[in-house]
């Protein structure tokens, strides 16, 4: 499956985002879907996961309660809603996929098999 997250931007301190990554290529609901971010230096960061319903989502503690993921997939779609945002949240967010069932390693990016190329998200303060 191929991934193309756009929505990223430049945004102050408390303003909002909202990522998206269309899939194409595979049929969409297969897989669960994720969001990771990266900043210079580190690795892939666990931000949000979404089950293949939709049903069944997973957030890192750092986001809990301001971000929320979401899927659409008769438009193949995954979002990223991202409210009340810190400087901290400054990275480069990815979507991945998941074909995998297994339930709990989900915020491992060695888990997913499929990314998307990024999306730079800076928040000034």
């Known amino acids: 499956v191929q991934l193309q997250a756009s929505g990223g931007g430049l945004v102050q301190a408390g303003g909002s985002l909202r990522l998206s990554c269309a899939a194409s290529?595979?049929?969409?609901?297969?897989?669960?879907m994720g969001w990771f971010r990266q900043t210079p230096g580190k690795g892939r960061e666990f931000v949000a996961r979404?089950?293949?319903?939709?049903?069944?989502?997973y957030y890192a503690d750092s986001v809990k309660g301001r971000f929320t993921i979401s899927r659409d997939n008769a438009k193949n779609t995954v979002y990223l809603q991202m409210n009340s945002l810190k400087p901290e949240d400054t990275a480069v967010y990815y979507c991945?996929?998941?074909?995998?069932?297994?339930?709990?390693?989900?915020?491992?990016?060695?888990?997913?098999?499929?990314w998307g190329q990024g999306t730079q998200v800076t928040v000034s303060s």
């Open positions: 991945a996929a998941d074909q995998s069932y297994t339930g709990d390693t989900y915020y491992l990016a060695t888990r997913y098999d499929y």
């Open positions: 979404i089950s293949r319903s939709g049903i069944t989502t």
């Open positions: 290529g595979r049929t969409f609901s297969n897989y669960a």
